[in-house]
């Protein structure tokens, strides 16, 4: 399947936002979706995922204030993150897998001023 991800912006420290990721296919099937992301300079890491058996997980830095879901129905993942920091500021990738290749989408870019 095809990820085109949307719902970046500018938002101030503090404010929230919501990504969400569409799929061209059936997402029911795959393993894990789930979003990265990569700020200027610095690798690509990993933000959130959720498994097709319901299990999700966080960057320790996210935690408490980022939360993935996943819409099997709607062929959609969505991240919503809330008490932005500066340091949030990056471009946010869509993926998925089944444990082999990932399959990105574009990317969407979210910044967070101070």
């Known amino acids: 399947v095809q990820l085109q991800a949307s719902g970046g912006g500018l938002v101030q420290a503090g404010g929230s936002l919501r990504l969400s990721c569409a799929a061209s296919g059936s997402i029911s099937s795959i393993n894990v979706m789930g979003w990265y992301r990569q700020a200027p300079g610095k690798q690509r890491e990993l933000v959130a995922t959720?498994?097709?058996?319901?299990?999700?997980a966080y960057a320790d830095s996210v935690k408490g204030r980022f939360t993935i879901s996943r819409d099997n129905a709607k062929n959609t993942v969505s991240l919503q993150m809330n008490s932005l920091k500066p340091e949030d500021t990056a471009v946010y990738y869509c993926?998925?897998?089944?444990?082999?290749?990932?399959?990105w989408g574009q990317g969407t870019q979210v910044t967070v001023s101070s």
């Open positions: 959720f498994t097709r058996s319901g299990s999700t």
């Open positions: 993926c998925s897998t089944n444990w082999g290749p990932f399959t």
